[in-house]
């Protein structure tokens, strides 16, 4: 099924599977996704885990060709301690990265990492899902995949969908005597 036009060349890279990729790719002992099982916690001993969520209150900046997001990161493993040094890794590869370009089997990413938006976070006992848990935010910049702007193909789609005027119909509305 064909949902958009053929003409259609996507704009956006997905930041969560540009972190997914490139985490997967320096931390091979760690199950890095954006989604978990709903009994990851119940384990004495989890695996380690890194998830990545891109959050609302982003933006896209045409003018630099970027998709701005702020991506939430939880680091969980069997100790909080281990937690927080998977949560340093991630923040010491990503906060330094200023246009770094990630070549992957099916893309290239070009990330940009800002600042930390919130995180990570200290939490009260009677706050934390669960000890072990260790989460951040930080605002990451990727680069649009395409440059490519629609407003011709969209202007000649809409002017192609209009029903041609009758030659029978004045253009003008009527007059009231």
């Keep these: 099924m064909t949902l958009v036009p053929d003409w259609f060349e996507d704009n956006f890279v997905n930041v969560e599977d540009v972190l997914i990729d490139l985490f997967t790719v320096l931390l091979s002992e760690v199950d890095v996704g954006c ?14 885990q890194l998830l990545f969520f891109r959050l609302p209150g982003a933006r896209v900046n045409y003018d630099s060709n970027s998709d701005v997001c702020n991506v939430q990161i939880i680091a969980v493993s069997g100790s909080r301690d281990t937690s927080w040094r998977l949560m340093s890794f991630v923040r010491a590869v990503l906060l330094p990265m200023q246009g770094f370009r990630a070549k992957f089997e099916d893309y290239t990413a070009q990330i940009w990492c800002s600042d930390d938006v919130a995180g990570p976070e200290m939490l009260t006992p009677g706050q ?30 809409l002017a192609a969908a209009l029903i041609p005027p009758d030659p029978e119909v004045p253009d003008e509305p009527p007059v009231d005597p």
């Design 35 to 48: 989604w978990y099982a709903d009994d990851w916690l119940d384990e004495a001993e989890p695996d380690p």
């Design 128 to 157: 934390q899902i669960d000890t072990r848990v260790v989460s951040a935010v930080l605002s990451v910049r990727v680069g649009l995949a395409s440059r490519k702007r629609y407003m011709g193909e969209v202007t000649d789609a």
